[in-house]
Every structure is written in C-alpha cells, then in structure tokens.
C-alpha cells in the first residue's frame, strides 16, 4: 500500500481534531438548552424549580407538579414546576435547594432538625406540613415470625441508602421496646424486587421503606407484613415544602400562590385518582409502569397515589385540619425531643405557619366538582 | 522476446541471506485452512454469543427460576422489541430520546475528559517539575469514587447536562493522560538525537515526532475512555437526571419490571460498542502506517 504524503496525513489530523471541536460545540449547545433553568419568567408567570428527593419520579409526588395541566398554576402567577431528580439523599436535595440549584423540595424534619441540633442552619425554611402522617413503612417477611420491634435485636436491616431518614425513626421504634440499636446492621437492599428478594432469602430481616413502595409489591405477588409503629412515632409527622430562605423573603406571593395551587391538585387527586395518574403520565411519559396492560399499571398507580394521599390529606381527628398545617407548635419541639435534641433548640427557625391561611384560600367543593367531570385528554 | 530482463541479484551479490521479497506465481499465497476460518471474527463472535444466549436460557429457567432475579433472554428481548418499535419515537417516552441524552453525554463528556487528559499528558511529559508536582493529586483524585463525588458536582453545577458533562469527563481524564504519558515516554531516542542534531526546537520535535510516535498508546487510551464515558454518563444520570437511560434503567427498577432492566443494559451495551467503533473507525484512519505494517506482516505471512 502506498503511503500517504505528509500533507494529506496533517490534514486528515486536523480535520479530526476540528470535527471534534465543532462536535463538542454543537452537542454542548444543544445539551445545555436542556439544563435546568434558573426561576424564570415564561412570559408573565414564573417558573418553579422542585427538588425531588427520589431518584425517580414516582406518582406519590404528582400532585406537587401536575397543577399546570388542571389551570391552578395559572391562576397564581406560575407557568409550572420542572422537577429534578436527586440521588436518592433527602441532604442532597436540601442542599441543592439552600444552594439555590431549585426553589423548593420536600424533605423531611428529622433531617432539619439533626441539622440545627449542630448548629448548621439548613437553609430552607417549610411552608407547608405536606405529609401529616410518617410514611415509614417497615416490613417483614410474612413468615420471618417476627411480629414487633421486639424481636429485632441483632438484626439485618435493609434501607434504600445508608443515610436514609428512616434510620432514626427505627432505631427510636427499637429502644421504646427495649431493643439497643447497635445490635442491628444496615445494608443497601436497592428498590422493587431487589427488596422482596432480599426479605424472601433472609438477606435482610426487616426493611426500612415508606407508604408508596410497600403499596407497589402486592401488585407483584408479595404481601410483607408491616410492622405497626408505637404511638410516639405515630404522632409525628413526615414530609414539608420546604423552600429556599431567601425565596420565602423575596417572593411571598408565589410561595402561597403554589401552596394554593397544590391544596387544589390534593383535592383534586382525591377526588379523581384516576386523572390524577393519566396527567402525571402525560407529563412524565417516562415513568408509565410497562410489561403490563393500561388497566393493571393504572390500578398500580392509583393504589400507590392513594397510599400517600392517606398520609396527606387532613382528617376530622386532627387538631388543625387544615390542609398544610401543623397540629400545633409543640409538634416540632416534640419531634425534637424525639430525635434526642437539646429542648432550647430554636424549632421555630426551620417553618411557618404565614402561608397556611393562603393555602385554604379555596372552595373545596367547587375542585372537587370539577374534579368529578374532569377527562383526560390524549 | 527483447529487451533486458530485470537483473536480480543473487544472495552472494546482495551479500544477503533474505530471500527475495518478490514472489514467484508458483509460490502462491497459502491458503486459508478451515482453522483460519473458524478462527475468524464472524465465527467466532456469533457462536460465543449463541452460548452465552443459552447458558442464559438455563440459568434463568433452571437454576433462578424467577423472572425478578433474572429474566430469560427472550423476555428480554420481548420487552426491548416492545421499546423500540412502540411509538413515540420521540419525547420522554421514547427509549430512542433517552439513548440520544446519553449518547450526548457520553460524546461530550469524553471529548471535554480526553482533551484535557491529552493537552495534560503533553505538558507534563514536557516538564519534570509539572510531572511531580501534580503526578500524586491526579492519583488521589482518581481514586476518589465518582459514585461519591458526582453529588458535588451536581451542587456545583446545578442539576443538568453541565454537571453531566463534568462527572463523564472526570472518568475519562487519567486513562487518556496515562496513555499519553506513556505513548510520548516511549518515544524511540534515536529519532529524537537525531533531531537533537538538527537543532530542532522542542516544539518541531513534539509535532514532528513526538505526538505522532505517541498515537498509538493515546489511542489505546481514548479506547478505554470512551467505553468508560457510558459509565461516568451513568453514574451522572442517577445521582440527578430526568432523561437517560440510566434514568429509565432506575425507572425499571422502581416499576419492578426486570425484563425491561436488562433490556435497557443491553441498550448500554450497544451504545458503548458504537462509541467504541468509532474511536477504532478514526485509530484506522489516522494511524495509517499501522494499516501498511499489517498488510505488509501479512504479505511476509504469506510468501515463502
């Protein structure tokens, strides 16, 4: 073969290098038009930014941003909320969120208060008690014979991450029945059918997981038994829209506009299930449960929607059955003292309470109404 | 006939004792045995890969036996089938949209990645006090786990391709800055005294020689960089992605459909042999001499 004369062989290099560089460029440009956006307008209406603290979306955390589709948004001032997802970490997403990476995200207080209990302001403050109920869902093989906290001394513990926020509250469920929890031993069982595997082969003998997942095995043919919580963990309370300190001070109307617009879609999600599912479909096509008909990952999903929602929606038993709010101050202090924090903590930086009144500044009834006739368009 | 043969030397006139480098036509080209042909690459790759299929097929039906810990191969390939012939072809809900994020973030990230592991490896080549300097931090930032530090990237750079593109390329970097360390270390000392002697600049004698003695080994690195962008693209995609695979690949996960997991590790598969034919594709075009010193190999091979 002849050889190539030392002109052609520059040019052939230089053509490579340049076709990278234009490359790089033209993907880069095109890639970053796909960045998460700062706050911005969308003509008149702003734009929200949430952290999900999952690493997928998951349609218990639809009514959080399916608003837009159902008008709600617009009608404060929001265009919509895009949502990013986290690696799994309630710190990671409270971090983006106090870094001003997203305006708000759902976290929950053990985190918050662990957080000031070391003098580390977390740099979000919450608005709205979105989750009234704990979510934890710890189960057990329906035949481990275990049947309560006390029969996990020593045990293998699965958890979705090392620093997940279940931890504490297990550990707390473990000594109210005198179980020292430096007898257990944690390990990464993943999600879905990595967990039920891992309960079925005594990999592990108990996992730590919330309402949602639990609510999703049964549709594939495991029941675990879920052990029941003792009362002083019962009477705390879960999840919060937490937003960014600064974006509470500078935009006041559009945190209580969202707060509005999200009592609505609760409202709305309760009444139509269904719809609710259809429209955090349309706007996560991605998150479609495949491998089965329309029919089987719509029960799924509504069954998984109505899992949260029982932890969400305000009941007649509560003291302040006000949508978003908080059964009173001393619900912090005491989940405080539940986390074995100092009583002086100053619990009153991390929420407030301005927002709520906003919040139920609506007419249940007439949601509800439109929920009733509402169709989901293709 | 007329004229003058061609004069050919003899051995004691060459002074030689290598035969001559023209074949007769009586000595033809030996012929490629039913070894040879067995021994290529169209038979071989497909019948490793019909073993795999049915060492597969056993596993999964006789040893597992159910279908969350490990589906068998045809409802996998059922349920990427499904994938990629079910509409849309385009948007959040086409496997197609999502292979195209993260080929996006593969390519960049492994462009941003091997350029500074090439313009790095040059200039530490170049000087001593750079190479010690910074030889110990490259190390030890290379051993820290990407797993652990993207969380920190994407704080940095807020969620999207940015951060993406940052974690990718910290995955690339070391192995195309060791080759080219390498590749320029080991550059024949002859040619460069040589040059030395024509008191070549060190700038004519890294562009003349250097560089191009030194592709070779940088290409080895750019092989293995490219293969492991699709694993920085992964690991980006999961700490805070809405698109990907590695986000539908999670999305699986969540929904408890297995099939549809291991079809989309499969989707992984493919786009890290295409990201890695086309580094071979441009190894085979730039370095060319390497094409003539084969063919050149498989002449001698073949003449006695």
Same mark, same amino acid.
């Given at each position: 073969m002849r050889t190539l004369p030392w002109a052609t062989r520059r040019r052939t290099a230089a053509v490579a290098a340049i076709s990278a560089l234009c490359l790089t460029g033209a993907v880069a440009c095109g890639g970053s038009a796909g960045d998460s956006g700062s706050t911005g307008d969308n003509g008149d209406l702003a734009t929200l930014r949430l952290q999900n603290c999952v690493s997928v979306l998951q349609v218990a955390v639809a009514p959080l941003f399916i608003g837009d589709q159902l008008g709600f948004f617009a009608e404060e001032g929001i265009a919509k909320v895009e949502v990013a997802n986290s690696s799994g970490s309630t710190a990671q997403c409270v971090q983006l969120t106090a870094a001003g990476q997203a305006d708000f995200t759902s976290p929950v207080p053990d985190l918050l208060l662990n957080s000031l209990g070391q003098g =580390?302001?977390? *740099?979000v403050k919450c608005v709205y008690n979105l989750i009234r109920r704990p979510t934890a869902a710890f189960m057990v093989d329906p035949d481990s014979g275990i049947d309560s906290f006390a029969d996990l001394a020593g045990a293998k513990v699965g958890v979705h991450a090392l620093n997940s926020a279940y931890i504490p509250l297990f550990e707390a469920a473990l000594r109210e029945y005198g179980v020292d929890p430096g007898t257990v031993e944690y390990q990464v069982t993943g999600y879905g059918a990595q967990v039920i595997d891992a309960l079925q082969t005594k990999k592990v003998d108990v996992a730590l997981y919330w309402d949602y997942e639990a609510a999703g095995y049964p549709a594939m043919g495991y029941n675990p038994k879920i052990l029941e919580l003792p009362d002083k963990i019962n009477n705390l309370f879960s999840s919060c829209i937490a937003f960014n300190k600064d974006y509470v001070t500078e935009n006041p109307d559009l945190v209580a506009g969202y707060l509005r617009a999200l009592t609505k879609t609760l409202i709305f999600a309760d009444e139509n299930p269904e719809a609710a599912v259809r429209l955090f479909w349309k706007a996560a096509p991605e998150t479609k449960p495949t491998g089965m008909s329309e029919e089987e990952a719509l029960d799924q999903a509504v069954a998984v929607l109505e899992s949260r929602l029982a932890n969400v929606l305000p009941s007649d038993d509560d003291p302040d059955p006000r949508f978003g709010a908080w059964a009173s101050a001393q619900q912090w202090v005491d989940y405080a003292a539940f986390l074995g924090l100092p009583e002086d903590l100053d619990v009153a930086s991390l929420y407030t309470t301005e927002f709520i009144d906003a919040a139920n500044d609506i007419d249940g009834d007439e949601v509800r109404a439109f929920a009733k006739s509402y169709e989901v368009e293709d | 006939m007329t004229g003058t043969e061609p004069r050919v030397a003899t051995r004691a006139q060459a002074g030689t004792t290598t035969p001559s480098s023209t074949p007769s036509p009586?000595? $033809? %080209? %030996?012929r490629r045995g039913i070894g040879d042909v067995l021994r290529s690459r169209w038979v071989l790759v497909p019948v490793v890969f019909v073993v795999m299929m049915l060492l597969w097929q056993f596993i999964a039906t006789? =040893?597992?036996?159910t279908e969350l810990l490990l589906p068998t191969p045809q409802r996998v390939w059922e349920s990427m089938w499904t994938a990629l012939t079910q509409g849309p072809y385009w948007g959040r809900a086409s496997v197609y949209y999502h292979f195209y994020q993260t080929a996006k973030i593969c390519i960049v990230g492994f462009l941003v990645g091997s350029s500074l592991g090439i313009l790095l490896g040059v200039l530490m080549a170049q000087s001593k006090v750079l190479m010690t300097a910074l030889g110990p931090y490259i190390t030890a930032f290379q051993s820290l786990p990407r797993i652990a530090i993207a969380p920190i990237v994407v704080l940095w750079f807020g969620q999207g391709f940015t951060s993406n593109v940052v974690i990718t390329a910290t995955v690339v970097f070391l192995p195309v800055l060791v080759s080219t360390l390498s590749g320029l270390s080991t550059v024949d000392r002859g040619l460069l005294e040589m040059l030395r002697g024509f008191s070549a600049s060190r700038w004519q004698t890294l562009r003349k020689v250097s560089l191009w003695a030194a592709l070779p080994s940088i290409f080895a690195g750019l092989q293995v960089g490219i293969v492991f962008s699709v694993v920085g693209a992964i690991v980006a995609e999961w700490v *805070? $992605?809405?698109?990907g695979l590695g986000v539908l690949l999670l999305q699986a996960q969540y929904s408890m459909d297995v099939p549809r997991s291991f079809a989309i590790l499969v989707l992984l598969g493919v786009l890290g042999l295409v990201l890695n034919g086309l580094i071979v594709a441009l190894q085979k075009a730039v370095l060319f001499w390497q094409r003539d010193e084969s063919t050149k190999k498989e002449q001698r091979m073949f003449s006695t």
């Open positions: =580390v302001d977390p *740099g | 009586q000595r $033809a %080209r %030996r006789k =040893v597992v036996s *805070g $992605a809405n698109e």
